[in-house]
């Protein structure tokens, strides 16, 4: 009698030892993906960074007009979205390394002038390498990013898993369009919070209530409006 408890247990164990083997874990990757593109890809906002480069030719000192209005623009846009100092890398060593101190000394005096402080303004050097040498400028800013786009994790074919017969979107639906956005956004923080309104225009509109007081048309009369006309059909 004690070996036939015996040999049950062992022929019950064996059998929940199959039914365990055939419990396998897949990996499931497409079906958590969410329906919404903006859940899928979403816009984050973090610290990166605005960059130019200056280069210098061997036997030229000083900037070149475009290069002078190039370095303004910089400095000017620091003004209004920099979230730290400017970072100036001049190239040591090499045929440039006169030349670029010369230009260096032009892209100081613009910065300064711009408004940037001097203390806002630091510089270290970098080891040229052969070729055109150029003088690197940069400083940290807010920007909005969305991304990475390109991972298929999943086949967009026919396939076994259950997920193909969901029809749910594959991942890269929607990224582009999420990455380009990121890319056009003058101000990264709206996507977060709206900006602060700022007065109304009031100057149009006072006129045409002084005009509606005094009885007169209020409409918008343009008298150069028939000028570019070649025919007089119709009047």
């Known amino acids: 009698m004690r070996n036939s408890i015996v040999a049950r247990a062992l022929a019950i164990a064996g059998f929940a030892g199959v039914l365990a083997g055939c419990n396998t874990t897949q990996s499931e990757t497409t079906g958590s993906i969410p329906i919404d593109y903006r859940e899928r890809h979403p816009i ?3 610290e990166g960074e605005r960059s130019m480069k200056v280069f210098v030719g061997a036997g030229r000192g000083g900037l070149t007009p475009t290069q002078r209005a190039e370095v303004l623009a910089f400095a000017q846009t620091w003004k209004g979205e920099a979230t730290g100092g400017v970072t100036i ?3 040591v060593g090499g045929a440039t390394e006169r030349a670029s101190l010369d230009s260096l000394r032009q892209i100081l005096s613009i910065m300064v002038s711009a408004g940037i402080p001097n203390n806002g303004i630091g510089i270290r050097p970098y080891q040229a ?10 400083y940290p800013q807010v920007v909005a990013s969305a991304g990475p786009c390109g991972l298929w994790p999943d086949d967009l074919g ?3 898993d259950a997920t193909h017969f969901e029809n749910r979107p594959f991942w890269n639906l929607g990224c582009a369009t999420q990455h380009n956005m990121a890319a056009q956004l003058d101000n990264p923080a ?13 100057g149009k509109r006072n006129a045409g209530i002084d005009k509606w007081r005094k009885g ?3 409409a918008t009369t343009y008298p150069d409006a028939q000028k570019g006309a070649i025919s007089d059909l119709g009047k």
Do not use: C, F, V
Request: avoid cysteine.
């Open 190 to 202: 709206d996507i977060a919070q709206p900006r602060g309104e700022t007065p109304a225009y009031t």
């Open 44 to 46: 984050s906002i973090k």
């Open 129 to 138: 390498t052969s070729g055109l040498a150029s003088i690197r400028i940069s």
């Open 89 to 91: 890398e001049r190239p």
């Open 158 to 160: 026919p396939s076994p």
């Open 216 to 218: 007169d048309s209020p």
